[in-house]
């Protein structure tokens, strides 16, 4: 090997290594750690009464109906606002992507809830719009004659959705509008000469453009949707009941709540398998459209 | 030929009015926000709510005097500071040596760090707060900077990546010719034509710590909370105050949108990893 080479090799694993090793830290420890905790009998709060539990943490943990049916409101969330943000988000970028006066302000305003802090965005639907008496929605509800819906007790989940497509559609937004800019114009010109309508410019031009931007849409909000909880902290605190008690929620009642370490971390790594089958399935689906650059 | 032209006119009319009306039902609830928080806190609950009002500065003052809010300011300058600051000195390194001194495993690395963003931050929840706990580290906000540091280096260095990508090899190998050392090579040649890719990774890093809230909610209480967490104690039926909360919020949310609104297109390409431009 020649010395430019070694040399830039050597170079090349000095500058890389940091991040290499904090990264797999920050990965294998506490997945380790979890991993270990899982089989103990482990509660915060009698630290004495500690002892080896084998399988019974995970046992505990899957066969308890609160599991399931966190699993459910796990996927209903994610399913939900990834069906809602890539359809909304397509329509209202195909609509914004046109030259009118304003264009780059309604840009602005469309992207905005993207930068929202959950727990701001969460607090503000939760109190200013949607509260049954004193809420916008419930002073517009009366306004038409129907009487105000108590969003929160009687369609729970339904909320949360609402919250978070309205922090999630901006991103949709911001992507794809990104992607039809680089477009061909003249190609859209020239359908539309032909005598396409403006359904099949969509179905047969844009659609297929948008494509990639839409599985990366998909996996990068699935990734930041299946870790959804401010939202959930803030407004429900997982209810009425369990009906908005998703699988990260479960996990920190038992954690920092109920301090049950081992239960928690069995929890933490059912957690961990849901979002690999998540990503792998994903992967299976929109890898395609990924690699072809 | 004119009655086309009339009718695409009328089409282009259509889609502009469409397109303000969706952006301001879209934009709606941060206005309605902003609105509330110069309302007295009666205002704030009357019905029917109030569009014109006289405007009052009281909830700043309040906020500014009872809650503190320069205390969790601070602390939320700090932490997304702090980690956007660590993050940049490991992942210009890395991103240097993955753009200019690839090996087959390169791809594979990338891959690999992008994969950890993949990892719940529950199922790592029970031994990072317990290793807080015995460090002493609960409620400190170095634990937050680290936690935020190690959470988007994978975001960082992919998005360092890209930019670096694009840099010509050459100017590097000129130097390394005239023989520059490793750290002239990057911080006299790459970093100061890398300068816009700096900004946006930088200031996308920002943002998401700013904004941060699983562990910001599950790590601290009042020492180290930063302002998602203020908000947060907002949701207890005795904080009642809008007008207070709405105050609050839009201090706290008004420069992440500025930056935001700065570095849009910048900001694509750090969140969907250089896939789209």
Known sequence: MSEVARESRRAGRLTASPAIILLFLWMIVPLAMTLYFSTQNYVLLDPENRDFAGLENFTYFLKSSSFLHSLLVTLELVGSVLVITVVLGVLISVLVDAKFPGQGVVRLLLISPFFIMPTVSALVWKNLLMNPVSGLFAWLFQR??????????????????????????????????????????????????????????????????????????????????????????????????????????????????????GTASAGGLVAVVLANGVAALLLRVFGKSLTQA | MSDMKKRRRIAETVRAICSWLVALIIFFPIFWMMLTSFKTELGAFTMPPEFLFTPTL???????????????????????????????????????????????????????????????????????????????????????????????????????????????????????????????????????????????????????????????????????????????????????????????????????????????RQLVRGLTFGAVK
Not at chain 1, 156 to 176: C, H, K, M, N, R
Not at chain 2, 241 to 261: D, E, H, K
């Open chain 1, 144 to 261: 038409v004659g129907l009487t105000p819906i108590n969003w929160f007790s009687d369609w729970p989940l339904l909320s949360v959705v609402t919250i978070v497509s309205w922090e999630w559609l901006p991103f949709a937004i911001l992507v794809f509008v990104t992607s039809l800019q680089s477009m061909d114009p003249e190609q859209k010109e020239a359908a539309r000469m032909e005598g396409a309508t403006a359904v099949a410019v969509f179905r047969y031009l844009t659609l297929p453009h948008l494509a990639r931007p839409i599985a990366v849409v998909v996996m990068v909000e699935a990734i930041f949707l299946l870790n959804t909880f401010a939202e959930i902290f803030t407004t429900t605190s997982g209810g009425p009941g369990d009906a908005t008690t998703n699988l990260p929620y479960l996990v920190f009642t038992q954690a920092l709540l109920e301090f049950d370490v």
């Open chain 2, 58 to 264: 009281e909830n700043y003052r309040e906020i500014m005097e009872r809650n503190d809010y320069l205390h969790f300011a601070w602390n939320s300058l700090v932490t997304s500071g702090g980690a956007t600051l660590v993050g940049m000195l490991v992942a210009v390194p890395a991103a240097y040596s993955f753009a200019f001194h690839p090996t087959q495993r390169t791809q594979g690395i990338l891959v690999w760090m992008l994969s950890t963003k993949m990892l719940p931050a529950v199922g790592v929840l029970v031994p990072i707060y317990l290793i807080a706990r015995f460090t002493h580290l609960l409620d400190s906000r170095i634990l937050l900077v680290i936690i935020f540091a190690l959470a988007n280096l994978p975001i960082m260095v992919w998005m360092l990546y890209t930019y670096f990508r694009d840099v010509p090899r050459d100017i590097l190998e000129a130097a390394r010719m005239d023989g520059a050392t490793l750290t002239q090579e990057m911080y006299l040649v790459l970093l100061p034509v890398s300068r816009g890719g700096l900004a946006s990774t930088a200031l996308l890093s920002l943002i998401l710590n700013w904004n941060e809230a699983f562990w910001s909610l599950n790590l601290t209480t009042t020492q180290a909370a930063p302002l998602s967490a203020l908000v947060a104690s907002f949701s207890s039926p005795q904080g009642l105050f809008w007008a207070r909360l709405s105050a609050i919020s839009t201090l706290a949310c008004a420069p992440i949108i500025l930056i935001g609104w700065a570095s849009q």
